[in-house]
T-cell receptor, first 113, second 114 residues
Framework: KAGVTQTPRYLIKTRGQQVTLSCSPI?????VSWYQQTPGQGLQFLFE???????NKGNFPGRFSGRQFSNSRSEMNVSTLELGDSALYLC????????????FGPGTRLTVT | AQTVTQSQPEMSVQEAETVTLSCTYD???????LFWYKQPPSRQMILVIR??????QNATENRFSVNFQKAAKSFSLKISDSQLGDAAMYFC???????????FGTGTRLTIIP
């Protein structure tokens, strides 16, 4: 069974631009969560989607948004990029809510210049 | 709010030896789950082991085992017979019942000395 896939793997954007990252969960997994990983702040929870609905949200500004499609694939969008948004963005999927075993993708490395 | 603390930024161990990584946490919830994740250099995060708070028995997965001390809010990871492939960042994480959010510690970088 294929693991969690994320595209693109690397991305370079300029301040003020917007970006969309994509995540395909493991087949059959219905819950998708997003995390931001930076050297300074570590791993921080962005949001979680299940059945196309955002179920939980971390403490990030409204510039960070996401969605989930009927096939469980998820996208996250960051608008008006700032230098501080440079990070590794990780997607994780789990079989269902309250399954509590999340499987991570390889991440998208976003660099904002 | 939940917090997870890993007080050892770096650890090293000789190949084939045993090493223990420390983790403490804080939560006011009674039902929660604890995890150790491994993140090798430039590779993706892998779930190493999971512990349900309601279980008294410590979880084990092959060479990996935990020492879960609920009263002390301590959750350490023991790696036996360390191998070169164990070199990675190890993150301790917590999820409370009913919430998918993982709260992570700052990680411990483990180096294996051949």
């Amino acid at each position: 069974k294929a693991g969690v896939t994320q595209t693109p793997r690397y991305l370079i954007k300029t301040r003020g631009q917007q970006v969309t990252l994509s995540c395909s969960p493991i087949s059959g997994h219905r819950s998708v969560s997003w995390y931001q990983q930076t050297p300074g702040q570590g791993l921080q929870f962005l949001f979680e989607y299940f059945s196309e609905t955002q179920r939980n949200k971390g403490n990030f500004p409204g510039r960070f948004s996401g969605r989930q499609f009927s096939n469980s694939r998820s996208e996250m969008n960051v608008s008006t990029l700032e230098l501080g948004d440079s990070a590794l963005y990780l997607c994780a999927s789990s079989l269902a809510r309250q399954n509590y075993e999340q499987y991570f993708g390889p991440g998208t490395r976003l660099t904002v210049t | 709010a939940q917090t997870v603390t890993q007080s050892q930024p770096e650890m090293s161990v000789q190949e084939a030896e045993t090493v223990t990584l420390s983790c403490t946490y804080d939560t006011s919830e009674s039902d929660y789950y604890l995890f150790w994740y491994k993140q090798p250099p430039s590779r993706q995060m892998i779930l190493v082991i999971r512990q349900e708070a309601y279980k008294q028995q410590n979880a084990t997965e092959n060479r990996f085992s935990v020492n879960f001390q609920k009263a002390a809010k301590s959750f350490s990871l023991k790696i036996s017979d360390s191998q070169l492939g164990d070199a990675a960042m190890y993150f301790c994480a917590l999820a409370v019942f009913g919430n998918e959010k993982l709260t992570f510690g700052t990680g411990t970088r483990l180096t294996i000395i051949p």
